[in-house]
């Protein structure tokens, strides 16, 4: 087993094309950056040019959307070697997927699809995250995906999963807390509970984001500013486990810069005043 | 029921064609994963073709990317490889539109040689220190080579400038299409049939000699020594070619 990862209290954003020519170009105030590891897990060319320049000027964190510890296959030889000599060159401070499968077969379908939380599944799950970590020579952070439907076939919940494998694989956890309240009111689960039940020591890194509502469900699309109610569970987030890195994510409807920093400056004012009410 | 039952039963799910009527996939929930499933597909394939899926118009690039969706279901760990393919269903369903064909190639090479492995490069001022015997003369990881029989590159140049875009046509002698990338820009270039068979040749024999004998098999001793020099010095000057000791 790893040994543990250390603690990083900072404010970070996702890195995205729109913003390369303001990373590369003027100082940006932030701690660290997290970039999608698939990316820029590729041969050469500009990519990877850009992501040594960005690593010059500010720590990164890689997180990936294409391990798929959940599936029944083991995980992909060739991807994990990719990702380990991307981990060589950039020196990551997290390197972070997620608690999902993709892949059976043949077929991968590109998305983070929900595991059922049974026992088999733990097992399985588990042994994946060591060989991946193994693979990699280093402790991985795994995030709580959002949820839009849920396995008839369950033997626990699911933070009593993300505990388990967390402390059988000495893996750390990266509380995404825009999915904590999308599969909370999808799935009718208690998001208090959620927070109260997963292993604060383990929690390395935290991602806020914008969901969208439907008349069916709450949909995690990453287009819209972080809302109300998700500060609010960010609020307590902090009071449970403390200062943890936190970052933006914003993938679709991206706006310039400045708004996201914004954002992220009410994050920075909640940290420092874990109980007032700055944002809601 | 195992996690290999339940993965493959979403898989199936997933990736049923047309209308799904079994009461499980009527959930919000399963609507959602696969709605999105074919919608990313989609959105990869447009974003992979960004030219043709305008040239073809948006409902005649979609029944494409469906028929495409349901015969091809993604299997690389990365995305970005979906399309890579997609000619193949171009193909069948425009039979008779090397220009369609070509116009693809153009796309996902351009997509592929942006990502390629970066290559070191060689001065054209070294042709005089070079041991011909010994040399090996390797193409760049980023050059992507095809036959041309249509004006697609003018096509494709157009369309990438927003210009007017000229008829289709067949151009009068067949000929190749190369791109490659010059530092992080991707370049395409249009080649006479001799350039773009000694490009080919390169891929089975690196040596001077060999393009030498091939130039002069077509030339002529003394103009086909001559063009290999100077497509060499091309190359070099392109960065497409390199020189290996």
């Known amino acids: 087993m790893f040994p543990p990862l250390p603690g990083f209290a900072g404010f970070g954003l996702g890195l995205r094309k729109e913003h390369y020519r303001d990373f590369l170009e003027t100082p940006v105030p932030v701690d660290f950056v997290e970039v999608i590891s698939e990316n820029f897990m590729v041969d050469g060319g500009q990519p990877r040019h850009i992501l040594r320049q960005v690593r010059e000027r500010h720590p990164v964190a890689l997180h990936g959307v294409s391990m798929s510890v959940g599936s029944i296959d083991d995980p992909d030889i060739r991807y994990l070697r990719r990702l380990r000599a991307l ?18 077969g043949r077929f991968n379908s590109h998305d983070l699809l929900p595991v059922p939380y049974t026992r088999e599944a733990l097992d399985i799950v588990c042994r994946h995250i060591d ?32 505990a388990t494998m967390a402390q059988r694989t000495g893996c750390g956890l990266l509380l995404d807390v825009n999915n904590v309240y999308v599969s909370s009111c999808n799935l009718g689960w208690d998001a208090d509970a959620f927070l109260s039940g997963i292993p604060a020591d383990r929690v390395r890194q935290i991602h806020l984001a914008g969901h969208t509502k439907t008349d069916e469900l709450l949909i995690d699309t990453h287009d819209k500013p972080v809302c109300g109610d998700v500060w609010a569970l960010y609020r307590d987030a902090l009071a449970l486990f403390g200062p943890i890195a936190t970052m933006i994510e914003r993938d679709d409807d991206i706006p310039p810069l400045p708004a996201l920093l914004k954002e992220l400056d009410i994050a920075r004012g909640m940290a420092r005043r874990p109980r007032s009410s700055e944002a809601a | 029921m195992t996690l290999a039952a339940v993965q493959q039963r979403m898989r199936e799910r997933l990736t049923r064609s047309g209308p799904d009527d079994h009461h499980a996939t009527q959930t919000p929930g399963y609507r959602i994963y696969r709605n999105h499933y074919r919608a990313q597909l989609v959105h990869c394939l447009e974003t992979s073709y960004p030219m043709l899926s305008g040239w073809l118009g948006p409902d005649e690039f979609l029944q494409a990317a469906i028929q ?6 993604p299997h690389a760990w990365t995305l970005d490889a979906y399309g890579a393919t997609f000619q193949s269903t171009l193909q069948d369903r425009y039979p008779h539109n090397p220009d369609i064909h070509e ?30 015997e010994a040399v090996r003369l390797r193409l760049a990881p980023s050059v992507r080579l095809c036959k041309a029989t249509t004006n697609a590159m ?12 000229p008829e289709s046509e067949m151009l009068a002698t067949a000929g190749g299409l190369i791109i490659w990338r010059e530092d992080f820009i991707c370049r395409l270039k249009q080649l006479d049939a001799i350039e773009h068979a000694a490009l080919l040749l390169l891929h089975d024999d690196s040596r001077f000699a060999g393009l030498c004998a091939a130039l002069v098999e077509h030339l002529g001793e003394t103009p086909g020594v001559r063009r290999a020099g100077e497509l060499l010095a091309g190359w070099l000057h392109m960065g497409i070619v390199h020189c290996e000791c």
Do not use: K
């Open chain 1, 87 to 104: 981990v060589d060159e950039i020196e990551p401070l997290f390197v972070s997927d997620h608690l999902s499968w993709s892949r059976i």
């Open chain 1, 131 to 162: 060989a991946a970590q193994e693979a990699l020579g280093r402790a991985m952070l795994f995030e709580n995906p959002s949820v839009y439907l849920r396995h008839e076939e369950q033997d626990m919940n699911e933070w009593e999963f993300l």
């Open chain 2, 68 to 73: 495409y969706i349901d015969d091809h279901p």
């Open chain 2, 103 to 132: 116009l693809a190639w153009i796309e996902w090479s351009l997509s592929e040689s942006f990502v390629a492995m970066d290559a070191p490069t060689s001065s054209p001022g070294l042709l005089g220190e070079l041991d011909w």
């Open chain 2, 154 to 165: 003018a096509l494709w140049h157009a369309w990438n400038s927003a210009a007017a875009l």
